[in-house]
């Protein structure tokens, strides 16, 4: 007999510094996994599919981009302070990079930009996630590995103590 009311990860989808890939790559793994998938996934946070609303406790929340304003870090905290566990996704997420090429600037560089980063209140050294908060899986990639992003939620799945119809 099947469970009426399954339970379902809880997950959100948090967007930072970065091009979004990782999202396009997320949306596009729906079209194959999504039938699979809907009766285990509650999208408690993901802007991409819906207005996000307040932050509310995750099993897993997965946060691709770097992290570039204390306003982000901020977010960035309490994100981590929500979930049960924290996924980097995406090379800017993972290693900074691409996004933290401005890192890289010689002086002459990084003073002409100054005036942008006060501007929009950009901390001096673009991060990668892990540099702020602990993190307890990685997706690498730019867009993410979409082979190690399945490999991630089946185990998830598992660890949750979901089950997950076979596709």
């Known amino acids: ?59 897993v929340a997965f946060v691709e981009g770097a992290i570039s304003s204390e306003k982000q870090t901020e977010k960035l905290k309490k994100i981590r302070e929500s979930a049960t566990k924290l996924v980097a996704i995406g090379s800017c997420a993972v290693s900074g990079f691409p996004s933290a090429q401005r890192n890289l600037f010689d002086e002459t560089t990084k003073a002409e930009i100054q005036p942008i980063l006060k501007r929009f209140a950009y901390l001096p050294k673009v991060l990668r996630v892990n540099e702020i908060v602990p993190v307890d899986a990685f997706v690498s990639g ?23 119809n076979k596709e």
Do not use: Y
Not at 143 to 152: A, G, R
């Open 1 to 59: 007999m099947t469970d009426p009311n399954p339970k379902k990860l809880r997950i959100g989808w948090f967007s930072f510094t970065c091009c979004e890939d990782s999202t396009i790559m997320l949306t596009e793994l729906l079209n194959e996994h999504f039938f699979a998938w809907r009766m285990h996934l509650d999208f408690v946070n993901a802007k991409v599919f819906r207005k996000s609303g307040p932050l509310e406790q995750l099993d």
């Open 142 to 164: 730019c867009p993410m590995n979409t082979d190690q992003f399945l490999v991630l939620m089946d185990k998830l799945f598992e660890e949750f103590g979901i089950r997950k």
